[in-house]
Each structure stands twice: as structure tokens, then as C-alpha cells.
T-cell receptor
């Protein structure tokens, strides 16, 4: 149980392209989903918290217009990296949980490379 | 302010050795939750354990065991008879019960390499 699917696993695209990453909870309803970014050999950095039906809460320093988050249903959240540039290249990971203080369950991550 | 410290950046052991990964946390909340996650080379994070602040009982799950000591603000993780498949980065994390969304505060992670 508690499976989170993230798609795509790999993305390679040209600078200026917008990229959408999907995060789905497959066997549970997630009121809250989280988006993280991870640089090589570093810890996870929380980018934003996504709640179904409401606007995402972004962490300090994360550009809202750059990283668009939509949480349209209890099983799906999307992260769109708009007009991506090489500095946006990173490993992006989503997580979902059933309720407060419950474990977050993570997707497999998306490796984004912007050329 | 909340903080999680994993002082060991990298640990290298030979198969069958026991290894302990340290985790020290800081929080002003009386109610909080501690977690351990494993991140193998493939990248996904695997949930290992959750412990709440009122439960100091140690836990054992197969070769894994956890020692929670509030007196020292530590939540250490021991792997007994390590195996090559245990090679991964292990993250300790803290979540406070108060405040919005109860986000996870991650430590820097400990990279464990188990050699045959």
C-alpha cells in the first residue's frame, strides 16, 4: 500500500521549454502532497506544499511563477517548470500522505536535464 | 527552531558488520515525529519507520533497530549484519505536530557503503 507514482522519470529538453511532472497517489487519497528538489549528494529541499483544491504554499526563495503547482484532485498533483533553463536541472521528487503526521510516501523522482 | 543533524557523512563497512547511523534533533515542540528514510542509488525514498515523541520504546524490524532517547534528543538507527543491498543514503527527518502542514525537516543524510 501507499504507492506514489511520479512521471516522467527522465526529461531532457531544450532551454526555454516548459516541463510538467505528475505525481499520483495510486492506492490512497492524499490531502497533502509535497514537492522537493535534490542536488547531487545533498539532502532534499522542500519547494512547496500542495493541498487539494487550494493554492500551494511555497518555501522561501522558491519562485511561484517558475514552479507552478496544481493539485486538482486527491490523487494528483503536478509541477510545471516554466521556461526551464540549465540551472533548473535537478532531481525533483514528490511525496504524498494520508493525513497530518502520517509518513510521507515518495515517488521515484524525475531527473530533469535542461540543455 | 527545528533541526536534524546527521554528523556522519559517509560510512563504509564490510558485509556482515553492524553499523549505527546517528541522528540528533532539535525541537521546541513536546509533540513531534521522527522518521527514517532510505534512498538507494535508484533515487526513490523508502519509508522505514515513524516514531512519535511519546513512545520511547526501541523498535526492531528484522536486521534494523532504532534507539530513541529523548534525554539526548537522538534517534539512532542500527543495521545488524549489514548486506550489500543496504548500501544507500539514509535520511533522518523530524515533523512537529504544531504549525501548518507538518512538513518534514530532513537531515543531511548518511551515505552507507557496504562492501562484499
Amino acid at each position: 500500500g501507499a504507492v506514489v507514482s511520479q512521471h516522467p522519470s527522465w526529461v531532457i529538453c531544450k532551454s526555454g521549454t516548459s516541463v510538467k511532472i505528475e505525481c499520483r497517489s495510486l492506492d490512497f487519497q492524499a490531502t497533502t502532497m509535497f514537492w522537493y528538489r535534490q542536488f547531487p549528494k545533498q539532502s532534499l529541499m522542500l519547494m512547496a506544499t500542495s493541498n487539494e483544491g487550494s493554492k500551494a504554499t511555497y518555501e522561501q526563495g522558491v519562485e511561484k511563477d517558475k514552479f507552478l503547482i496544481n493539485h486538482a484532485s486527491l490523487t494528483l498533483s503536478t509541477l510545471t517548470v516554466t521556461s526551464a533553463h540549465p540551472e533548473d536541472s535537478s532531481f525533483y521528487i514528490c511525496s504524498a500522505r494520508v493525513g497530518r503526521n502520517q509518513p510521507q510516501h515518495f515517488g521515484d523522482g524525475t531527473r530533469l536535464s535542461i540543455l | 527552531a527545528q533541526k536534524v543533524t546527521q554528523a556522519q557523512t559517509e560510512i563504509s563497512v564490510v558485509e556482515k558488520e553492524d553499523v549505527t547511523l546517528d541522528c540528533v534533533y532539535e525541537t521546541r515542540d513536546t509533540t513531534y515525529y521522527l522518521f527514517w528514510y532510505k534512498q538507494p542509488p535508484s533515487g526513490e525514498l523508502v519509508f522505514l519507520i515513524r516514531r512519535n515523541s511519546f513512545d520511547e520504546q526501541n523498535e526492531i524490524s528484522g536486521r534494523y533497530s532504532w534507539n530513541f532517547q529523548k534525554s539526548t534528543s537522538s534517534f539512532n538507527f542500527t543495521i545488524t549484519a549489514s548486506q550489500v543491498v543496504d548500501s544507500a543514503v539514509y535520511f533522518c527527518a523530524l515533523s512537529e505536530a504544531s504549525g501548518g502542514y507538518n512538513k518534514l525537516i530532513f537531515g543531511a543524510g548518511t551515505r552507507l557503503a557496504v562492501h562484499p
